[in-house]
């Protein structure tokens, strides 16, 4: 006797967001629609709405997406442990999802996990003694430099199994036109197993040591 058929899972919006993050994980940001994920989901388009009102409500809601994945900083931990936490958890998940740099700060109307992890941002600075002002400062110039690095480190532009000598090593005779550049890579490249995410660390203790500094002297200040 043949077995029935397995049912269906029920759509929910969670499972429509679900598939429109393997869709952008697939072919970009530029590949979701609203047909799209119908197709990766096995449904027709039409039946999204019911869960999602819009293609722009589904954008919301991987903005929403790639914020539940990226470590909440903690008001009762020390702010510079969190916000060193947080980067290194956004740049894995952004990372792991390119799309999401174009995205998460973009929308307009803002889902409640976007919402709260902006607050507990904020709010950790905030118990740390920063003024509102630092602690804007602080957000934007961290984010920055997250973003911005992922970015970079996405983008690179080695082949696959290429090595940063062997990519070096194509790019010619450097000392001659560009000699400031070339004494740059012989001793930070050319032989030292050397890989761009290795700064990572190195830049945000740079971009923490200067807010540390920042705030102390503010907090020496009032008191």
Known sequence: MSRPPLA????STQRVVDAASRVADASGLGGVSMRSV????DVEAMSLYHHVASKEALLDGLADWVFERIDTPSAS??????????????????ASHPWGLGLIESRRSPGPATLH???????CLRTAGFTIALAAHAFSVLD???Y???LTEVNLPFAPGESPDDFVAGLGPLAVAYPHLAEMVNEQVVGR??????EFDYGLALVLDGIERRVDAEVTGRS
């Open 8 to 11: 269906r899972p029920a759509l």
């Open 38 to 41: 119908g197709r990766e989901l």
């Open 77 to 94: 931990g020390p702010w510079r442990a969190e916000m060193e936490r947080r980067a290194h958890s956004a740049r894995t998940v952004l």
């Open 117 to 123: 992890h902006h607050d507990a941002v904020i709010g």
């Open 144 to 146: 920055a430099y997250v």
């Open 148 to 150: 911005g690095f992922v």
């Open 193 to 198: 197993d050397y890989a761009y995410g290795d």
